[in-house]
């Protein structure tokens, strides 16, 4: 059994990184509602994790902040979270999984909630132009990025962010096109956004997030612009 396993993730590898791209994983993340029964609702009751402490908290570390955009919020358990602690900003999350959405803005309209907005859309193109948000928030969204896309992402992230960045993912100094690691992806992240924002403020330390690949490369990164 191991060595099928292993087999499978070789292939999988293989398969992202030199045949089809994002495309696999866009498929399964697009879809996932099909084959994991209330997956969407399931993950909005997981709001009250305690790793999620430590990404509102980083957002104190922004004066007068008034918006936060959370790429790859499935149907928006850290916005609800967040919510809690920022009564008044603007909250924004844009996911490629048209069930999260719905399931998310289902929740958000029966909070009567104004100030919340769910998007369809890609990591790598979204929907909102440049500097729309004073923040962007990744949660556990590159590890599933494709070598072939997580420059654009990147890009994309740098675009959309006036104040900063906080990301909460798998990272490991010094790797260049990306390791391979149980079915996830990892990257230098530090350095990634460095090559578009030589001049920022980067903090680097271990993610709260505990368990499996986390416990090895689980990182947290706040970027000052």
Not at 81 to 93: H, Q
Not at 126 to 132: A, N, R, T
Request: glycine share 8%; net charge positive; hydrophobic share 40%.
């Amino acid at each position: 059994m191991r060595r099928l396993k292993a087999f499978l993730r070789k292939t999988q590898e293989f398969v992202e990184r030199r045949v089809l791209g994002s495309y696999l994983q866009q498929l399964i993340w697009s879809t996932r509602h099909l084959y994991k029964k209330n997956w969407a609702q399931n993950l909005l009751d997981t709001s009250d994790h305690p790793h999620r402490k430590q990404i509102f908290e980083a957002f104190y570390e922004f004066k007068n902040l008034r918006s936060v955009l959370d790429l790859g919020c499935g149907p928006g358990a850290n916005i609800v979270t967040i919510r809690k602690k920022f009564s008044d900003i603007e909250l924004i999350g844009v996911d490629i999984n048209s069930e999260a959405i719905r399931v998310g803005q289902a929740y958000f309209a029966s909070k009567e909630e104004n100030k919340v907005k769910l998007i369809k859309g890609k990591a790598d193109a979204v929907p909102l132009y440049d500097k729309s948000v004073d923040v962007v928030l990744i949660d556990a969204l590159l590890m599933f990025i494709t070598p072939n896309l997580i420059d654009n992402v990147i890009t994309e992230t740098v675009r959309l962010a006036k104040k900063g960045i906080v990301i909460n993912d798998y990272h490991l100094a010094g790797i260049k096109d990306g390791k391979f690691f149980g079915g996830r992806w990892i990257y230098d992240i530090e350095s990634l956004i460095k090559r578009k924002l030589p001049q920022a403020s980067i903090t680097v330390k271990k993610s709260d997030f505990v368990g499996g690949g986390w416990d090895s490369y689980g990182t947290f990164i706040v970027v000052h612009l």
